[in-house]
């Protein structure tokens, strides 16, 4: 009977550990496209019409953006690392892998409601703000403003998600509510968007535009490309590596059964 079980599972083990492997392997190459349409999609001029925009693909679009900032509603997300390679191309400053506990530089993304001039509201991530912001001084552009941003979306969090507006506001010595992640009901109760006139909270991310801007002597938040506002959290690199791990479990369960079954047999 043991020696029935024992031909059944381990095979079903050495099949299981197998398929995860050639599972990997077909999103490490699904990923590889992914990219590619990216690069693709970014390297395309902006579009102006914000109704024409589809995300439904889960891909990142450039969009010129028009209208005036409500800084009295905005808030922070944080604390966080900086947009990937916006202070260094690699290195503990490049901001990769910028989650709380990460060894770079921390900060809060300052997120800022923009009225748009053909009406409506949507949320603009201006960019990366350090833990010293030297009293909030930076840049709030009065009036109205063209920005190009890249889309972006809220987040959602886990089963052991903390609460997502921070009960500490004060000991982050910051003026304005600071979320611990994004989620989409917390950024409408701070920013105001309301849902009945907003069904849609849309949100993108304002990128780094050459010839800088005349932030009246104050300093710039810290903004990235498109090409590094838009990155995967898990790169081909990983999907090859999960797909080597279970193909060689996979090879060291049949040459284990194999060894266990004939040690049975004798």
């Known amino acids: 009977m043991s020696l029935l079980l024992g031909q059944i599972f381990f095979p079903a083990l050495c099949l299981g550990t ?5 599972w990997q392997s077909k999103r490490y190459f699904e990923k590889i496209e992914m990219i590619e349409k990216q690069e693709a999609l970014l390297s395309a001029p902006p579009s102006s019409d914000l109704s024409s925009v589809d995300t439904s693909d889960g891909l990142s679009r450039r969009i010129n953006l028009r209208g005036r900032y409500i800084h009295s509603k905005e808030c922070v997300l944080g604390p966080r690392g900086p947009p990937p390679g916006a202070l260094a191309q690699d290195g503990p400053m490049s901001g990769r892998g910028g989650g709380g506990l990460a060894s770079s530089p921390q900060g809060f993304y300052v997120y800022t409601p923009l009225m748009l001039v053909d009406g409506g509201v949507v949320m603009v991530n201006r960019g990366w ?10 840049n709030r552009p009065e009036g109205v403003v063209d920005l190009t941003a890249v889309t972006s979306s809220t987040e959602k969090g886990g089963m052991f998600s903390p609460p997502p507006i921070s ?3 004060k000991d982050n010595g910051r003026p304005q509510p600071t979320l611990l992640w994004l989620e989409e009901g917390a950024v409408r109760s701070v920013s105001g968007v309301d849902e009945a006139k907003e069904p849609r909270l849309r949100v993108f991310k304002e990128v780094a535009r050459g010839g800088g801007g005349g932030g009246g002597g104050r300093r710039e938040l810290v903004r990235p490309t498109a090409e590094q506002a838009v990155e995967f959290k ?3 690199e990983t999907h090859a590596g999960y797909a080597a791990t279970w ?7 049949v040459i284990m059964t194999r060894k266990l079954l004939r040690t049975a047999k004798v």
């Open 234 to 236: 898990v790169g081909p």
């Open 247 to 253: 193909f060689s479990l996979s090879a060291a369960g």
């Open 18 to 22: 197998g398929g995860l492997g050639f």
């Open 167 to 169: 009960p500490f506001l």
């Open 129 to 138: 703000d350090s833990v010293s912001h030297e009293n909030d001084s930076y």
